[in-house]
């Protein structure tokens, strides 16, 4: 018994249609495979690139914390929350040694400096404001995130804002005293 001639081409182009999409995927992977080498070694040199590139900074910041005593960077803003605790006791505690940024004047900044450099590179782009950083030889630095501690303050949770203190006032050897009060009215 004969098939119709319509059967016959439908099957005809569904083997086609097969053969055409089986080949369209064999040559993708073999393409992904090829490319993959090139691939890998372009992900390297960049590895590699960024760590030159961090080491080459912190051994600028090294060289620059030895020559001028100022192994600290603070970074900041004009929020009513933490503006004035900062202003008036981490700041004049640890003058003589940091650097402070105020993120509310960035448009000032000099783009290429060291201390806004560093905090671009190590300080992230998340709880990056308010922040501190203890460049220490031969180490990374050591950063510490203070905006969810000082939220987690707001809402009548001061431990984890005393923590990070406390690990501040340990990686620079002077003892930082806790903002004076906790008020929860004063908004982020």
Same mark, same amino acid.
């Given at each position: ?39 890998? *070694?372009?992900?390297? !040199?960049? #590895?590699?690139? +960024?760590?030159? @590139? /961090? ?5 600028? =910041?090294? $060289? ?47 783009? *290429?400096?060291?201390? !806004?450099? #560093?905090?671009? +590179?190590?300080? @992230? /782009? ?5 922040? =501190?950083? $203890? ?54």
């Amino acid at each position: 018994m004969d098939e119709p001639q319509s059967s016959r081409r439908t099957r005809r182009r569904i083997k086609i249609n097969i053969v055409k999409r089986t080949g369209t995927r064999v040559l993708g992977v073999a393409l992904v495979i090829a490319i993959s080498p090139l691939l890998i *070694a372009l992900a390297l !040199v960049g #590895l590699l690139c +960024w760590c030159i @590139g /961090s080491a080459l900074l912190l051994l600028v =910041a090294w $060289v620059y914390g030895v020559a001028t005593g100022r192994d600290t960077l603070i970074v900041f803003s004009n929020s009513p929350y933490w503006e004035s605790y900062f202003k008036e006791t981490v700041i004049p505690i640890l003058d003589k040694r940091s650097q402070h940024l105020n993120c509310s004047e960035s448009k000032r900044w000099a783009k *290429a400096s060291l201390p !806004v450099v #560093l905090y671009r +590179w190590f300080g @992230g /782009s998340k709880q990056n404001n308010p922040l =501190a950083m $203890v460049f220490r030889p031969w180490r990374t630095p050591a950063v510490f995130r203070f905006y969810i501690p000082f939220r987690n303050a707001k809402h009548g949770k001061p431990d984890q804002l005393l923590a990070v203190i406390e690990q501040l006032s340990q990686a620079v050897g002077k003892t930082i005293p806790p903002p004076s009060q906790l008020s929860p009215e004063v908004s982020l």
